[in-house]
C-alpha cells in the first residue's frame, strides 16, 4: 500500500491504480465522459485532468497512476479552465437542446457543464458537414449532432458485448461513428442489442421506444429478472407510475454485469397488450364467455373430484411453467401431489434439457450447470457444443467472446455455421446427430496421445476402463466417417483441449434433443472428466438452460420423480416428511408420467383431463397434429395463461394470470442462481396469481394452504422443506441472486459445483456410449434432415415477443434456410415460397438460401404458428427422458410451381 494525498485528504491506495480509481474510493468526485468501469480507457475526452505537484502537465485521471507521496488536486483553477475549454468545444460544435433532449437529467455533459458555471455554449463552430440523425434502426434513434466523441458505444460494442458494429470513421474533424462501412444503423449487423445506448453519456443514442415516455427526473428505477431466457439478466425497469419506460441492465449485478439483449432491453411491453386474459372463462357451445372467479374455480374443482372419483388420480396430469415464478411451480406440484394424490406432474424441460439433468445426475450426481457465466470471460479454452447461443443465450455469448479476446481458445461445434463460429479458433461442422461418435473420437485421440489427466481420473472418477475399450472403437477415422469432421481437425481439436486448460464445456439443444440426447450429455461429462476439466474455477459442463426459469421449475419439483430440491418421490422418508408438512396422507408414491406420455393416454383415453399452466403445447410440442387430436379427445383441459393462445383454444376453462411483473416472487437461471422477481403493476381485470389459482382449488378439496405470498411461500415451505435453499431466505435473496446449494443463513451459495472433484455421489462415473443415429434419417422420399431452433428476436410462440413494439418488425415471418448448394439444385430463389414436406405434415414458407447452412440440411423455427417446425417434428424421443428429436428429422422440400 501507498499514500497519495487528493485535495488534502490523506488516501491509502495501491501500485498500480489509477488516480481517478483511487479517488472514487475515497469519495472525491472527478467527472469524466468517456471512462467505462471494468473497461480500458480510451483517455479521449480529458475531462478528468487534474493537477499532479510536480508534474509540468495536466494529468488524465483515468490514465494517470498513483504513486507514493504524490500530491494531487481535483479542482485547482487551471483544472477548471481546462474543463471549460473542452466542455465549451463540445457544446459548440454539436446541438445540445437539453428542453427536448431525452437524456436531459441524466446527461453527463449537461452535469459538467453545470458543475462548472456554463450556461450556453460560447460560440458555435459551423462544421464542414452537419452531422444528421439517423432514425433508420427499430430500436434505436442516433443524432450524431449530439456525439461528443467519447467513443463509450463504440468501446461497449466491440469490448463488451463484441458486436463489432460500431467504429470511429474519417479524420480530424470529420471524425463521426459509424455503423459497419458507414451505412445506416438500419440496414448495418447492428443486433439491436443497445448496449450501445446504455454507454453512451448524453443524448446521442437513445432508445426509440422510450422517447417522449417520461423525464429522466419522473422516474423510479425496479431491479427485476428477464423473463426470457435462462441467463437471468438483471435489469432495472424505469417505471412512472405503473409503466415501463424504458429497461437498462444492472451494471454492477451477476450475471450480465450492466449487459442486456435485445428481448430483455425492449421486450417488455406485452404485459400492457390490450389483449390481455383479463377474466376466467369457460366454454360453452363452441365459444367462450366469462366467468366469475368462483364459477371457473368451482368448475375446475367438480370436474377434477369427478374424474378422480371415477377413473382414479391417474386419470389426470399436469404441465408446470418454467415461464413463471418458482412460488407457482411449487404450488402447482403441490396441487396434483397433495390435492389430486396424483404423480403425473411434468413441465417443458421435458422437451429441452431433461437428458442434461439426467445425464448429468449419472455422471456427477447433480443435474446443474457445474460453474458460472462470469467464468467464459478468464477460461483458457471453451468447448461449444450444439449451441446457437448468440441467438438463443445473447448474453452468455458475450462472455464467450470476452473469453476468445482474453486469449482462451474457442472450439465451436455445430452443423450450421452458427454465427459463434466467427469468432472460433476451430470450427467443426458436424453432422446432426453424430455427436458421439464426434467426441468419442475426441477422447480416442486424449487416450492413445497420452493427453488426458490421469491424476484426475485415478483420484476423482470410476469406470475408466469400460470408456477406454469403448472409445478405442473410434478412432479418428471412423469418427470422421461418422461426424463428418476431418481426422486432422479431430486431432487437432483434441490437441488444443489438452493444452489449454482449464477449460469449459458449454452446450445446448444440439446435444440434448436427440434420440441419444442423455448419452450426448454423458459423453460431454466424459470428456470434462478426462480433461481434468470438473471442479474447478473456468472449467465444467455448462449446459445453458432455457427458459427463465426452467432451472427452477425443475427445482421446484415439477417433474414426476422429484419434489422440490430433487427428493424422490420413491423414497418413503420424503414422502413421510411431505405428508407431515403439508398436513395430508397418501401421498402418490410412485413415478409419475411424463409430458409424451399424457399425450399418448389422452389419445387412448386413459387420462382424461389436463393442466396446462404456462405453455403453448399446441406449437412447441412436436407433430402439432397429433397434440391437437389428443387434446380433442381430452374430457377436459384447463389453461393458466396470460393471453389466448393456440392452446387455449381447446381449454374448456381458462383462467387468466398474474404475469411477470405483476407478482412477486423468484426465477432460478441456468447458473442455479435464484434472483428476484418484483412486481410493479396489478394484474389487468380480475387476473390473479398463479399460486392464488392452486391455493383456491386446493381449498375446493378440503385443504387450507397458509401461505398468501411469494415471499410466504419461499420463507414458509421452499427454503424450509429442501436443504438445497434452506439457507436463502427472502430477505437475503433481496440483497442479491444465490446460487443454490445454500444450506445455512451463513452459507453465501454455490460458484462452482464439485469442488476439488468431490462429486455429489463420491466419484465421476465415466460411462461407455454407443453412437445411434437419429430415429428417422433421409431416404429416397425425404431427402433432407430437418434441424429446428429458434432465431434472436422472437421467443417461441410469439405470445409475448409478437406482442412487443418492433420485434414483429425485426423478424416478420418464419424461414426454411437451405443451403446454397441445394437452392441452386432446384432452382429455388433466396426469398421464393417452398413446401416443406415430412411424414407428419407440409408447410409452406420462405427459403432462405444461407452460407452457414450445409448441404441436406433445412433448418426452421417454431416462431409462426402457420409455417411452424412443429408441423414436421417427429415425436421420437431419447430412450431415457422421452425428450423429441426436434434436431433431426426426414423432410423433403419443393419449388411451389
Ligand atoms: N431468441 C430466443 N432465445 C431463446 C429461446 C427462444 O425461443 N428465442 N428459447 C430459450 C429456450 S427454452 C432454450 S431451451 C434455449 C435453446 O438454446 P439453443 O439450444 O442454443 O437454441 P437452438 O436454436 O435450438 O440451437 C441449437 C443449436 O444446435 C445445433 N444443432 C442441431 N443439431 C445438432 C447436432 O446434432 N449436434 C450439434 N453439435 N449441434 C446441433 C443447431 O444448429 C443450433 O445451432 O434458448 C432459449 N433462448
Ligand atoms: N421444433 C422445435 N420445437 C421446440 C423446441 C425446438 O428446439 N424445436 N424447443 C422446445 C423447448 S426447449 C421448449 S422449452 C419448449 C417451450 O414451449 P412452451 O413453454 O410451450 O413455449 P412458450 O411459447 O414459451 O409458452 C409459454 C406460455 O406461457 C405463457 N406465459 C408466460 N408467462 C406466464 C405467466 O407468468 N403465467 C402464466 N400462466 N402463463 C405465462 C405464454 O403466454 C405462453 O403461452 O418448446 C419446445 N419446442
Ligand atoms: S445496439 Fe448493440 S450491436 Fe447495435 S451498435 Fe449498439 S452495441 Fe452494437
Ligand atoms: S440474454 Fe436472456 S436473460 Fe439476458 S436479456 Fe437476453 S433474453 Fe434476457
Ligand atoms: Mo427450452
Redesign the pocket.
Known sequence: MITVTINNKVCQAEVDQTILQVATDNGIHIPTLCHMDGIHDSFSCRICVVEVVGARTLIPACAGKVADGMVVNTATESVLSARRNIVNLLLSNGEHNCLSCEKSGECSLQSIAYELGIEAPPFIMESIEKPTVDDSSVMIVRDNRKCILCRRCVTACNDIVCNDVLSLGFRGSDTTVICDNNIDMGASSCVQCGQCVQACPVGALTDKKSIGKARSWEVTKVRTTCP???VGCQLNLHMKGDKIVKVTGVEDAYPNKGRLCV?GRYGYDFIYSPERLTSPLIKENGKFREASWDEALDLVANKFKEIIATDGPDAVGGISC?RSINEDSYQMQKLFRAAFKSPNIDH?ARV??APTVAGLIKSFGTGGMTNSIEEFADTNCLFV?????T????IASTFVKNGQRNGAKLIV????K?KLADYADEFAQ??????VA?LNGLMNVLITEDLYDKDFVRDHCDNFEALKEKVLEYPPKRASEISGVSEEQIISIARMLADNKPGMAI????????TCGTN?VMSVANLQMLLGNVGKPNAGVNP????NN?QGACDMGALPNVYHGYQSVTDPAAKAKFEKAWNVEGLPDKLGLMIPDMFEKLETKEMKAIYIFGENVVGTEPDISHVIKCLEAAEFVVCNDIFQTETTQYADVVLPAAAWSEDEGTFTNCERRISRVRKVKEAPGIAKPNWWIFREIAKRFGQTWAADSGQELWDNEIAPLAPFFAGATFDKLDQGGIQWPCKTPEDPGTQILHLDGNFTHGKGHLMALDWTPPAEVPDADYPFTL??????????TRTQ?GRCEGLNELLPEEYADISEVDAKRLGIEHGEMILVKSRRGTVKVKAQVSERIPEGLV?M???YFENNANWLTTRSGDTITKTPE???CAVAIEKIQ
Open positions: 426470457y431466457c435462462g428481448k418454467a417443458c429441452c434439457h457444443i450444439g449451441s446457437n447461443m441467438e438463443a443465450h445473447p461445434v455445430d452443423p450450421r452458427a458436424i453432422k446432426v446427430g453424430s455427436d464426434f452446450y445446448t439443444l444440439g446435444i440434448t434433443e436427440h450426448n445453458l438452460r432455457g427458459q426452467v434441424s429446428t431452433g429458434r432465431r434472436l428476436y422472437h421467443y417461441h415477443t433448418w423455427a417454431m416462431h426436434y434436431k433431426a
